[in-house]
């Protein structure tokens, strides 16, 4: 199992920014994949970026130019600037694992608890 522990978020004027953190923990070998999700209400959950263990980055067309993700390890943090009322959600941590096993590909996502991030206008 791999536990995912989530920092920062809170409430921040439209145009403000914010840093939210996540530290892997546990079984963290063959994590490939980490990032960032979000869930606004009444929507279903969105890729905002990811990060792979060579560093490729993936972020949504929403946040590209605006949002900066960054991985140390086991570590991710995305820097989130000139943030908009729409951005307002949950988010949540991601950490993908992939494991080849005789041939046979095992993958698995483990999921953070979800902060709150929340921006007025």
């Known amino acids: 199992q791999v536990q995912l522990v989530e920092s920062g978020g809170g409430l921040v004027q439209a145009g403000g920014s914010l840093r939210l953190s996540c530290a892997a923990s546990g079984s963290i070998a063959s994590i490939n994949t980490m990032g960032w999700y979000r869930q606004a209400p009444g929507k279903q959950r969105e890729l905002v970026a990811t990060?792979?263990?060579?560093?490729l980055t993936n972020y949504a067309d929403s946040v590209k130019g605006r949002f900066s993700l960054s991985r140390d390890n086991t570590m991710v943090s995305l820097q989130m600037n000139s943030l908009k009322p729409e951005d307002t959600a949950v988010y949540y941590c991601?950490?993908?694992?992939?494991?080849?096993?005789?041939?046979?590909?095992?993958?698995?996502?483990?999921w953070g608890q979800g902060t709150q991030v929340t921006v007025s206008s």
């Open positions: 990060i792979s263990s060579g560093g």
């Open positions: 991601n950490a993908h694992k992939r494991r080849v096993i005789l041939g046979a590909a095992y993958e698995n996502d483990y």
